[in-house]
């Protein structure tokens, strides 16, 4: 079977950073090449899902749907010399019209129709209209994946499958009648020899986004009081992008301790060679622990503190919470000067992630159920 992922790359601040060093190397890669470039970076989800559905014997390939870039080298694979004028006509047309079609789904739907997948398995879609998917309900399953607050022009009803990880989730759709699924986060074992071995040269680190945005408020607000509890206030750094026109003002020690964006096999880097990373939640989910983060630190083995959560009882090995600012602040200290004990734990999340969340496991899973739903729709 064949499957497309349309997904989106994050932050879109590092990336353009990256294509900015790259950019005489990039100016001559063709779409190929360049979609390579961008997957082995391992941004977000890269590869994850789709090169361990191929391991499952399907036919499965990314499309990113965020960068300007992309969507270009993808319109000129297609439309070769004629690119340009078939742009120009398409924003014609789009004068003449009462809707406004983005020249990014003409593009779409020659990817499609030249794959011709049999599932569109589109995650946190973001800058595509979701009905813009449902005049292929005809002869394709359209899956979607969604860890993020509802996308403006979002609708579960054009969708036939819906993974999730939130609880809160889970329940709304199927108390509506969608059909709905739990799909964990996990950690690509693939990453382990592409991240740097180093010295463990970072005390704390934290790599998110932060600042006035209601879904970080927040966890910037605790970091912002955690950093008052170090004697070094250099002991902790975070990478990431920040928002807000007055950070600097509101959060002056998130601010001097700001060491730029990252991403990508460069976020592991940095994992690998702390001591100690802190996550939060946020309020976007009611504190439940579904982020990313969780799976990604634990996978490179360094040790998590983590703000507790009911989803994390049974975890306790594997990881250390805290309630609040003072207790994560005597946690980090009380760490950082036991470093046995601190690996040990460590090496424990490692293994555990490693042996119940691993890609080819979560994948594997997900194989079965999105060949039974195909099955299903198109046996009747």
């Known amino acids: 079977m064949k499957l497309i992922k349309f997904d989106t790359l994050y932050p879109l601040e590092y990336i353009n950073k990256k294509i900015s060093e790259s950019q005489s190397i990039i100016d001559k890669m063709n779409f190929n090449q360049y979609h390579q470039w961008l997957v082995d970076l391992r941004m977000n989800y890269s590869d994850f899902y789709t090169y361990n559905l191929n391991e499952y014997g399907w036919e499965a390939e990314e499309f990113f749907l965020n960068d300007d870039l992309y969507i270009e080298k993808c319109g000129k694979h297609y439309f070769g010399l004629f690119y340009h004028f078939i742009k120009i006509f398409h924003r014609f047309r789009n004068m003449l019209s009462y809707i406004s079609v ?28 979701s009905s813009f998917w449902e005049r292929y ?21 054009s969708f036939e499958l819906i993974y999730t990880n939130i609880p809160s989730y889970l329940e709304f ?37 932060l600042g006035e945005y209601f879904g970080f408020a927040d966890k910037t607000l605790t970091f912002e009081r955690l950093i008052e509890k170090f004697e070094n206030r250099q002991n902790f750094n975070w990478w990431g992008f920040k928002t807000g026109e007055s950070f600097g003002q509101k ?6 301790t700001y060491k730029g964006s990252t991403g990508g096999i460069e976020m592991f880097d940095i994992y690998a060679c702390s001591k100690i990373v802190v996550n939060d939640y946020g309020t976007g989910f009611g504190g439940i622990a579904v982020n990313q983060r969780i799976f990604e630190v634990l996978g ?10 009911e989803s994390l009882k049974g975890w306790e090995n594997y990881l250390v919470t805290y309630k609040d600012v003072d207790d994560c602040a005597s946690k980090i200290q009380y760490y950082l000067i036991h470093e046995e004990e601190r690996e040990k734990i460590a090496k424990a999340g490692q293994a555990f992630v490693l042996e119940n969340y691993s890609y080819f496991k979560l994948i594997g899973k997900l194989s079965e159920e999105l060949q039974e739903a195909h099955k299903s729709k198109f046996s009747k």
């Open 251 to 256: 959060f002056p020690n998130l601010a001097e």
């Open 102 to 129: 983005p020249f990014k789904e003409r593009i779409i739907e020659k990817h499609i129709k030249t794959r011709n997948p049999d599932v569109l398995f589109i995650r946190e879609q973001v800058h595509v209209r």
């Open 173 to 209: 759709f199927k108390s509506n009648n969608v059909p709905v699924k739990s799909n964990s986060n996990g950690f690509e074992e693939r990453l382990l020899p592409e991240i740097k071995k180093e010295a463990k040269i970072y005390d704390v680190s934290y790599v998110g986004g």
């Open 300 to 309: 490179t083995g360094t040790l998590l503190i983590t703000r507790e959560s």
């Open 137 to 157: 309900k005809k002869d394709k399953l359209i899956v979607a994946r969604i860890d993020c607050s509802i996308p403006k022009n979002w609708s579960p009803l």
